[in-house]
């Protein structure tokens, strides 16, 4: 008899090692956690804030917003580790009035909203339309590299990215 409290007692150390282990494992999980939804709330978030752009004369480059506005752009070619430019195909851009950008493939249509602002003697375009799909990874600052009256070679603005975009206007 005394055998089967002694197997019993062991059965339940067994047992109760498993719950404290358990306990502990449901610790961590719960302290991991709560450290880490801040992290995810936060650390991937794409900026594309027009409100925190400096809208003085200075800062901006009026010869590129004219040129942005003279007519419609289609997108001539989109590097993003390779060559997308097939997946915008059609895609045709207007840079209206008050920063207004509309987007119109077939009948398809987006809008959103475009800036210009120069920082550091360089000029820069901001794209922000309001998708979820493909089209949000227009959704950026591009540095300007070359400019005329009919094609705009830019480079996204963050220097570890090799997006290139260059449009053009037909």
Request: with cysteine; hydrophobic share 40%.
């Amino acid at each position: 008899m005394f055998w089967i409290i002694g197997k019993d007692w062991q059965n339940f150390g067994f047992h109760f090692n498993c719950v404290q282990k358990l306990m502990t494992m449901k610790k961590f999980l719960f302290l991991s956690m709560i450290l880490g939804l801040p992290l995810i709330f936060t650390a991937c978030t794409k900026s594309n804030n027009f409100s925190s752009i400096d809208h003085t004369s200075q800062n901006q480059d009026s010869s590129l917003i004219d040129i942005l506005k003279a007519g419609s752009w289609v997108i001539d070619y989109y590097f993003d580790e390779e060559d997308k430019t097939a997946d915008f195909a059609g895609y045709i851009f207007t840079f209206g009035s008050d920063s207004a950008l509309a987007l119109k493939k077939g009948s398809e249509s987006y809008t959103g909203q475009w800036q210009v602002v120069r920082e550091d003697g360089v000029s820069k375009v901001w794209i922000n339309i309001n998708t979820i799909n493909l089209i949000q990874k227009l959704n950026d600052k591009w540095q300007v590299k070359t400019i005329n009256s009919t094609k705009l070679e830019m480079k996204n603005d963050n220097p570890s990215s090799s997006e290139f975009m260059n449009i053009k206007r037909i």
